[in-house]
């Protein structure tokens, strides 16, 4: 037999095991597929490693995205014999010189997974609560590290810590004129009566004219966010940002999006982001499921659309784009859905790669109608986010960040 950590009589506990690794990586694997995995290897059998691994791939993989992660995972399980020396070396930060080969791409929270630190296992001991200071935790280059680290492969520490770093970018809001005015420092259009009262005070003497200018508000946000099974990780800390941004000036509306459209407004509410996520994660169904873009925008276009999305509102669609089928109906909902708003940014997190390009039908059916084509996969990204929101200027040809 090829494969070293199994034995007679223990292969479903490793292969249960090794599910139980893929889902704590970030990979939606479910018992079913772990008894469809036990059932295919009955058949497939074990004398060749080729074997095992196509038929492990084929029951426990649903998505392309999630192939390499696969292959690292099958790689140290069932193979490699310095287990432990490889995993701490995937919780280690990377040093290559500057002129040497790639590194091979790893997966930091399957390092976590397969090797778990030793105080996560004692969670059981009551320990006296601690209050963890960001400073103290993060050196400079730590910091600089962690805002251009990718959130698919953020250990559970460096999650926990970047949405401290979240909850600390400084917001800024485009204002949007309204038909309101309020009391002005510098002069502008003449506020009469307050003038009038001024001068009663002082024996009808004018000595100093008051003055009026147009009242601004935030501009109202919609957040549309795809939690298919490549996206969850993704929109989960959008849905964080998206939090933030409704507890502060603007107004936000929040819906999710897999195989149906889910309104998440109110689950926000909460004063507590984890809490307010946590409430959505649960009541959401179709959470890190399958996706279907074009029925849940028609969906907001047709049930929504008129009730939260005002003319002057800004949309932040998150999806990575990947529709099947024929997509003239996508096209045709998100031309509806931009002409709904007064700017359309589309944040996808596929820009993280330096030679992507938009070949997949749903990616050129959506790309003609939006303003701004941007990135979605670390703090950097959610940063260049801020800014563009705080931009005044109006909405302009497509330009990719």
């Not at 992660?69 to 014999?81: N, S």
């Not at 938009?358 to 996969?377: N, T, W």
Request: aromatic share 6%; hydrophobic share 40%; charged share 30%.
């Amino acid at each position: 037999m090829l494969i070293a950590r199994s034995s007679p009589g223990h292969l479903a506990e490793n292969v249960m095991h090794f599910a139980r690794v893929l889902r704590a990586a970030g990979m939606p694997v479910g018992s079913d597929r772990v008894q469809l995995a036990l059932q295919a290897l009955q058949v497939a059998g074990l004398e060749r490693r080729d074997d095992f691994h196509a038929a492990l791939s084929a029951c426990l993989l649903d998505r392309i995205e999630h192939r390499e992660l696969f292959d690292q995972a099958f790689a140290l399980f069932w193979r490699d014999p310095d287990l432990e020396g490889r995993m701490r070396a995937l919780l280690l930060p990377k040093v290559r010189a500057k002129d040497g080969p790639p590194p091979v791409p790893e997966n930091r929270r399957l390092g976590e997974a397969l090797f778990p630190r030793q105080d996560e296992l004692k969670r059981d001991e009551p320990e006296p609560p601690q209050e963890l200071q960001l400073e103290a935790a993060l050196t400079w280059n730590d910091r600089e590290r962690l805002q251009k680290a990718d959130f698919e492969t953020m250990t559970a520490d460096e999650w926990r810590l970047a949405k401290r770093l979240l909850a600390r970018l400084a917001l800024a809001f485009e204002p949007i004129p309204t038909r309101r005015s309020r009391r002005a420092a510098h002069p502008g259009r003449a506020d009469w009566r307050a003038t009038m009262q001024a001068m009663a005070r002082h024996g009808g003497e004018l000595w100093e004219m008051r003055w009026r200018e147009r009242a601004t508000r935030p501009a109202p946000l919609v957040l549309l966010a795809d939690i298919s099974g490549s996206m969850s990780r993704y929109s989960r800390m959008l849905l964080h940002f998206g939090h933030m941004l409704g507890h502060a000036e603007a107004r936000v509306e929040s819906f999710v999006f897999g195989t149906r459209l889910t309104r998440t407004t109110r689950l926000l509410k909460s004063r507590d982001p984890d809490l307010a996520v946590a409430q959505v994660v649960r009541a959401v169904e179709d959470w890190s499921g399958g996706t279907r873009i074009t029925q849940s925008l028609h969906e907001f276009n047709q049930r929504w659309a008129r009730r939260v999305l005002p003319g002057n509102a800004t949309v932040l669609l998150v999806s990575d784009g990947l529709e099947h089928g024929d997509t003239r109906a996508l096209s045709f909902e998100i031309e509806r859905l931009r002409k709904s708003c007064r700017r359309l940014i589309w944040l996808n997190p596929l820009l993280r790669f330096d030679r992507f390009e938009p070949r997949a039908g749903g990616i050129k059916a959506m790309l003609p109608h939006v303003d701004r084509f941007m990135p979605v996969h670390n703090l950097d990204s959610l940063q260049q986010l801020v800014t563009v929101l705080a931009d005044t200027a109006p909405p302009r040809p497509l330009v990719r960040h």
